[in-house]
């Protein structure tokens, strides 16, 4: 986590050098999922006799194939509502709104360490139960949670935006309904793929991730109105799409 929000750090110095604008702060936010790849070098032997396990590079490359394609469905919006020719002005809007919201999966990103080895230890004993009744119970929470960030963002959504950051800045309602909705099911789905992490069953875990890249991209192209409501409807979409398919993938054997 330290070493993705330093390379984000250092690359929003970079861009923001070279190109003065809000679309390279989106690049800069895309860019540190890669950041992943600098943790190829870590690797813990305790000296104990273990297990055989899947070759690392098999397991390194679904997880940077994943973490890569959430990151991008997570901190794409504003170089996608560029793309839409959405103005400047709507592009600081989406990336505020997309940025402020995005602290429950934050807390998320800092948490998941903590819960990683218990779900080791079950993957070790073989307890498939438990792993899918935790993916159940985490699954149906973040359905739960989704709507009830949805009805959040449309009640409240723009005045919490205009309130810490200026009117100015604040998006539509049904912007902030579908941004906050699919932000609460992508801290869902990243809580879910952990169970897919431990088990080592990470080319599942992109798959999922890609899957909901693929609808998002889908969406976009298929969805009508502004660019700032394309881009929130296709994320929402994208997001309950992954939760979806990494519930499948973790629960099938």
Same mark, same amino acid.
């Given at each position: 986590l330290?070493?993705?929000?330093?390379?984000r750090l250092l690359a929003a110095v970079v861009l923001l050098r070279l190109v003065h604008d809000a679309a390279? !702060?989106?690049?800069?936010?895309?860019?540190g999922g890669f950041a992943v790849l600098a943790l190829g070098w870590w690797r813990h032997d305790s000296g104990v006799p273990q297990e055989s396990s899947a070759p690392a590079s098999k397991f390194l490359s679904g997880y940077v194939v994943g973490t890569s394609s959430a990151q991008l469905l997570l901190a794409g919006a504003p170089l996608a509502v560029a793309a839409l020719g959405g103005s400047p002005a709507l592009v600081s809007?989406?990336?505020?709104?997309?940025?402020l919201y995005r602290a429950p999966l934050?807390?998320?990103? &800092?948490?998941?360490g903590r819960i990683l080895p218990y779900l080791v230890g079950l993957a070790r004993e073989a307890n498939h139960g438990q792993l899918v009744r935790i993916t159940t119970r985490v699954v149906l929470g973040g359905v739960a949670l989704a709507l009830a960030g949805a009805a959040v963002g449309w009640?409240?959504?723009?005045?919490?935006?205009? !309130? !810490?950051?200026g009117q100015e800045?604040?998006? &539509?309602?049904?912007? =902030?309904?579908?941004a906050a909705g699919g932000v609460m099911a992508a801290s869902a789905a990243q809580v879910a793929s952990q169970v897919l992490v431990a088990e080592g069953r990470? &080319?599942?875990?992109?798959?999922?991730?890609?899957?909901?890249?693929?609808?998002?991209?889908?969406?976009i192209l298929l969805a009508g109105g502004e660019p700032d409501t394309r881009v929130a409807v296709a994320f929402a979409a994208g997001e309950? &799409?992954?939760?979806?398919?990494? =519930?499948?993938? =973790?629960?099938r054997r």
């Open positions: 330290i070493i993705e929000s330093l390379a390279s !702060l989106g690049w800069a936010m895309v860019f809007i989406i990336f505020v709104t997309f940025t934050t807390l998320i990103f &800092s948490l998941q009640l409240v959504g723009p005045e919490v935006v205009g !309130l !810490l950051y800045y604040a998006p &539509s309602a049904t912007v =902030a309904m579908f990470t &080319s599942r875990l992109s798959w999922a991730w890609l899957g909901g890249l693929v609808v998002a991209i889908v969406v309950v &799409s992954a939760l979806g398919l990494m =519930a499948y993938l =973790a629960i």
